[in-house]
């Protein structure tokens, strides 16, 4: 049974920081895409950022770029978004998620590609 856990949300000021994590397990994901997605209250899921598998290299939404950093472990398959200066409008529901396994495609973006989701992690940014 594949299973993604996030971890790590909570409540935080305005211009502080937190420290997301998803773990997997039930498989490998190393050759697998890893991105985040949210979802704030009456609002549509969106692309947060994503980390590949085949070159490493990380994208972002342009509303988190600069504030956002991904990062993964392959040997303890997590990946980390580590999150900066947090503003209110970035408080949401966070989702891991995971492509099926050497699955490459463009669309990073859109979270039809990724065939695993985690059960998601409240983050409060209070004003």
């Known amino acids: 049974q594949v299973q993604l856990v996030e971890s790590g949300g909570g409540l935080v000021q305005a211009g502080g920081s937190l420290r997301l994590s998803c773990a997997a397990s039930?498989?490998?994901?190393?050759?697998?895409?890893m991105g985040w997605f949210r979802q704030g209250t009456g609002k549509e899921r969106e692309f947060v950022a994503v980390?590949?598998?085949?070159?490493?290299?990380?994208y972002y939404a342009d509303s988190v770029k600069g504030r956002f950093t991904m990062s993964r472990d392959n040997a303890k398959n997590t990946v980390y978004p580590q999150m900066n200066s947090l503003k209110p409008e970035d408080t949401a529901v966070y989702y891991c998620a995971a492509t099926s396994p050497g699955y490459y495609s463009g669309s990073y973006y859109y979270d039809g590609t990724y065939s695993y989701w985690g059960q998601g992690t409240q983050v409060t940014v209070s004003s």
């Open positions: 980390v590949r598998w085949s070159s490493r290299s990380t």
């Open positions: 039930g498989r490998t994901f190393s050759n697998c895409d």
